[in-house]
């Protein structure tokens, strides 16, 4: 097979973020809760920085949880796909885990509860809610749960430890034949390495009674290594009722041969309780009730725990490049959580709790191979991805986390098969396509404890995806993207027939799938020494938002959608010892159907913007310096009641010592910004207001300034 001309290659490469053939296949659905005035949200309920971004692993030589595509030669991508280095997501300090994922261009990732609970995130003119439609997955094992107590998508990344991540690998729209559900507006795959160069220990201390140490290091034992690493963090927030948050977190991994001709077998467990400040009726400030960390409901929070076991295999051969992955978690979640306050029930109060325990078991199998069709070079990839999920769930009503009564308890069984394959074809040097066509099959039974609502769904839908790749010309290359993807319901929507408060009231059931188009036009380019910039422009359809809403046990029923925006992504390395990010998004979001009540999206952001600074080399001072913007949101259709926006500032300044010893200082709300993280509209019911409720908005408000001590070595 012939190489791409050196231009080419390195475009292709690394300013494109196409991963390397050792590595995983091209760069490589929470529809928004349309919120009303009637109920409350359902959530409411060896390189550096200055190397991020490219396809260049940090380890080289090491297996991985992914699957390697063949040739980086033909991999065609979009505009806007992306690597990112574990060394950049740790260059810029940040809050919780979660947000460690804001190094995604164009994401937003917050928290209106205690920080045990899944993140809120926000991409491409979506309130994703705790992760629908954003495809998150961690050494290949998926981290979205369907069907789940709290909210079709739940991920759940509060297990993340940041400094394991060896890559996140960023696609976004309905694109990639083997991307599958949740990944219509974005897919994004973290991996963690096989070895450290150095032991890590480690230990943090910071306002508000944050305390944080981690112990990793690897070893080689016969022909592998074997790396462990455990965490321990303590943290009780800014609020009037401590968040109280005890964490336990470990890895352990064992890992043989390459990327290629590799094997990794890894073990996890997490555990995690907390207490938490939910979002508050605004009103209740305003009138001095509390202040604006307090809470109308000190009882709420959680517990969660997360165990898995997962293997990686891989093989080279003159037939082509072969990966299997399989996995098995065990997950269980106990939510306490209280949004309207008195609205529901006014003498006992409307807390409620929400449980999730479920065992669900995976495989990703794929293979790819090179071949000619005359003198056309191509490369066909085929594979297979299968889940199943056993669940518990259900929704209880209680009063201090004391049991009330039920609202309704179900188990149930649910799988999906994913069949893809797509051919990669170059047909001249300056012309890429790649045609791929995926099929989902999804069935599941649901067992209720109302009978009437329990029964089979299942479904299936195939997904023809498209790309172009034109260049590269004067360090350019120009891309076209277009694809079908799909987001799944919660089954328990698709066999619902009564309202299980009630246990009569007629319900009607929604399609277990629901049909996302999307396409997308770019550019990128390094034209500029130093600088990779690319644009992309992009459309995203929803047959439907439908959501099966876990803080009411039934199912809501939304409208069809377009989101149209434009992401501007840059990276500058004017020194060797500096690097200047600049991210900026802008979506337009809108109901595409006619309704009175207007056509605007509730929680669906216009603008988003990010940009950063880091300074420093290997050893010496080091730091730097983050802005994260969240633009203005509608928080009801007609556009009538509006989020504020925020801008929030991050800081670090550091010191790296010759013998491995790192002392740093991370500065959190740099200047204090008195902001919100999430904002809603809703209904809701303080004591001696009127009995059908207020309508008002509900925030939650930015953690204030805070400073963390950080002191590590390495050895």
Known sequence: MCALPAAAHELSTVASGELPPVAVTALEHHHPKQHTHKRPPKSGNSRNRTAAR??????????????????AAL????????????????????????EALEVVPGLIVTQHSGEGKA????????????GTDLAISVDGMPVNMPTHGHGQGYADINFLIPELIRSVDVRKGPYFADQGDFASAGAVAIDYVNKLPHNIAEMSFGS??????????????????????????????????????????????????????GLTLTAMAYSNGWNSTDQVAQRAIDQGLINRLGTLDPTDGGTSSRFSLSGNWAQSSDYGQTNVSAYVVRSDLRLFNDFTYFLDNPVNGDQFSQLDARTLGGVDARHAFDWRFAALEMQTRVGLQSRYDDIHVGLIKTEQRSWLSTVRDDRVQEGNVGLWTDTTTRWTDWLRTTVGIREDFFAGHVFSDTP??????????????????????????????????????????????VDPNDKVTPLDRVPLLVRSRGAELGVRTKVIEGLTSSLAVFVLDFDSELLFVGDAGTTEPSRPSRRVGVEWTNQYKPLPWMTIDLDVA??????????????????????????????????????SLKARYFGPRPLIEDDSVRSRSSLIFNARAGYKFDNGLRVQLDVLNLFNAQTNQIEYYYLSRLPGEPIDGVADRHVHPAEPLAVRLTVAARF
């Open 452 to 497: 009437e609502n329990s029964g089979n769904a299942q479904a299936s839908m195939a997904s023809p995806k498209a790309g172009l790749v034109l260049g590269p010309w004067y360090k350019t290359e120009f891309y076209g993207n277009a694809g079908y993807g799909l987001h799944s319901n919660d089954i328990r929507g698709a066999t619902i027939t």
């Open 119 to 130: 993140n809120q995130y926000f991409l491409r003119g979506f309130n994703l809610d705790h």
């Open 586 to 623: 802008q979506t337009h979001a809108r109901f595409t159907d006619f309704d009175p009540v207007g056509a605007h999206i509730p929680g669906a952001p216009a603008w988003v913007a990010s940009s950063a600074i880091t300074l420093g080399g290997d050893t010496g001072w080091f730091g």
């Open 54 to 71: 490219t396809d260049t692993p940090t380890e080289s030589g090491s297996a991985t949880g992914a699957a390697p595509g063949g040739t």
């Open 208 to 261: 508000f009674g944050y305390r944080r140490a981690l112990a990793a290091g690897s070893t080689r034992i016969g022909d592998g290594t074997l790396l462990a690493a455990v965490e321990a963090a303590k943290y009780d927030g800014p609020w009037d009722v401590p968040d109280d948050v005890r964490k336990l977190n470990g890895v352990m991994r064992y890992s043989q041969g390459t990327a290629t001709d």
């Open 75 to 98: 991999q065609p991508t979009a505009a806007s796909a992306v690597r990112i280095s574990g060394t950049e997501v740790n260059a810029v300090p940040f809050s919780r885990p979660g």
